[in-house]
């Protein structure tokens, strides 16, 4: 086997390691966090402002079994991400985020779109695609529904590399009293 086909198989393996103790890009988030939210149970909007190296708002209070949707806008000069995940999680996430940069795919202010789909074997690629996170360029805007049906510790990240470390994670709070109101009424 050529060093080219090691290397690629190499990346494959990891990225499959990685992406199952992580929890993240292919292995499907779920449960442990909630899931993905219907538009039609929306209940509020938070609209998310990331700048380089922290977000706006700093943290977001949510109720058990509410439904979010985000709209988040990358206000800074990198590339940033926003993810919803347990902190272990964002550990996993950020192993992946780093071979992105290795590979060329996230470039600073820039994402290589084309190395995004790249078959890094076992059908598995770069593709930036779960339904907790976004990945976005300067200026961009992008939307994700979430309902937050288990309470657990949770926060949101950027887990491109450093910018986690830097500071940019906030915290999601359950609010305990709207949690016993919402139950009283269902």
Known sequence: MNASKLLVAGVAFSMSAVAFAGGTHGSGHGTAIGEPGKVDDVSRTIQVEMQDNYFEPESIEVVRGETVRFVIENKGKLVHEFNI?????????????????????????????????????????????????????????????????????????????????????????FNSSADSQARAHH
């Open 85 to 173: 995940g347990t902190p272990d999680m964002h550990e996993g996430h950020q192993k992946e985020m780093m071979m992105m940069v290795e590979h060329g795919v996230i470039q600073g202010g820039k994402l290589n779109e084309s190395m995004m789909s790249m078959d890094m074997g076992n059908g598995k690629t770069m593709n930036h695609d779960d339904p907790n996170s976004v990945l976005l360029e300067p200026g961009q805007t992008k939307e994700i529904v979430w309902t937050f049906s288990t309470k657990t510790n949770m926060e949101f990240a950027c887990n491109v590399p450093g910018h986690y470390e830097a500071g940019m994670y906030g915290d999601v709070n």
